[in-house]
């Protein structure tokens, strides 16, 4: 079975400052991650995903996150926060070797502080 | 505009008032996926179609059923709702090229009263 572990309910982090949301999953084959950005009253909007190949996938927004299959992991980050990433961030992933469903994350809400 | 559109957007019903919401996307997107949002829990997936005629159950699917008769079509029926189904649902579509990593495009959402 698929899963999907953000641990942290909320990140705090100063503007300007680096941010990293984290995500661990589990999936009995290889994955397909994805990290999806939800503002306020709207729906979830993608912003990065990894396949196969460079573990570091450039996303919008001027995020990025890191693929490290010996941890299974997947964090979003980006190198300078801005008070307008201020949102929840959901990580999902796909079995590549298990059916067409895909496992979100259960949300980890980003502050930017200004 | 490539959308996807859901309604209606907000919806209070009683128990046992069998409701459609509906969802169309433009984008002649093969796949399609109804998920619910609760607090803590995140979106679980209810049901998928890959194509017209070709749906499977997610992780949450008891007390929901679909059908896709149309590539642009995928409605939610709530055939006996009960308060546990009060929620915010989300339709998306994405491509379907096989290999199932193609990014998802997600309607506005359904706030569901069930009282």
């Known amino acids: 079975a698929q899963s999907v572990a953000q641990p942290e309910d909320q990140v705090n982090v100063a503007e300007g400052n680096p941010l990293t949301v984290k995500c661990t999953y589990s999936?009995?084959?290889?994955?397909?991650l994805f990290w999806y950005v939800q503002y306020p009253n709207r729906g979830l909007q993608f912003l990065l995903k990894?396949?196969?190949?460079?573990?570091l996938v450039k996303g919008s927004y001027g995020f990025e996150a890191e693929f490290n299959k010996s941890q299974t992991s997947f964090h979003l980050k980006k190198p300078s926060a801005l008070v307008s990433d201020s949102a929840l961030y959901f990580c999902a992933v796909r079995d590549r070797n298990y059916g067409q469903n895909f496992v979100f994350g259960p949300g980890t809400r980003l502050s930017v502080l200004p | 505009e490539a959308q996807v559109t859901q309604n209606p957007r907000y919806l209070i019903t009683v128990t046992g008032k069998k409701l459609t919401v509906t969802c169309s996307q433009n984008m002649n997107h093969e796949y399609m996926s109804w998920y619910r949002q609760d607090p803590g829990l995140g979106l679980r997936q209810i049901y998928y179609s890959m194509n017209v005629e070709v749906t499977d159950k997610g992780d949450v699917p008891e007390g929901y059923k679909v059908s896709r008769k149309e590539k642009r079509n995928f409605p939610l029926i709530l055939e006996s709702p009960s308060p546990n189904q009060t929620s915010l649902y989300f339709c998306?579509?994405?491509?379907?090229?096989?290999?199932?990593?193609?990014?998802?495009?997600f309607g506005p959402g359904t706030r569901l009263t069930v009282l």
């Open positions: 999936v009995s084959g290889n994955p397909y």
């Open positions: 990894y396949i196969t190949g460079d573990n």
């Open positions: 998306a579509s994405s491509l379907y090229s096989g290999q199932g990593y193609n990014e998802q495009f």
